[in-house]
């Protein structure tokens, strides 16, 4: 049975958190002009900036091409940051789903490896 361990883990970095303090300082880039170059609303990069908003696929490539990176640093900041969120706003409710685990046959034929 797969246990949720969120509670003792501190909460992922939002991407744009790194962006903001690491990625654009790195670049020498102001907000203003990371907005330009990457073809955006400077409003929308602070959304991005402040974490009020999550990188989709589209930012996810636009960050990538503007930083080097690879698309899927990008999401995958994102994504642990909202598994994060998700399970511990639901902690309460998961607790009362059972868990099934799935035979190695299945886990095998939709690509799932071993624990």
Do not use: Y
Not at 37 to 45: K, P, S
Not at 67 to 93: N, V
């Amino acid at each position: 049975m797969a246990r949720i361990r969120h509670a003792a883990r501190p909460s992922p970095l939002h991407p744009g958190q790194i962006l903001r303090d690491s990625v654009l300082p790195g670049l020498g880039l102001s907000v203003s002009r990371a907005a330009r170059e990457l073809r955006i609303a400077r409003q929308t990069l602070h959304r991005v900036l402040a974490g009020t908003v999550g990188v989709t696929p589209e930012m996810a490539t636009r960050l990538a091409r503007l930083s080097g990176t690879d698309p899927a640093f990008w999401l995958t900041l994102q994504q642990q940051h909202d598994l994060w969120r998700a399970e511990s706003a639901l902690s309460g409710e998961l607790k009362l789903i059972p868990a099934h685990t799935l035979p190695s046959t299945i886990r095998t034929e939709i690509g799932l490896r071993g624990d």
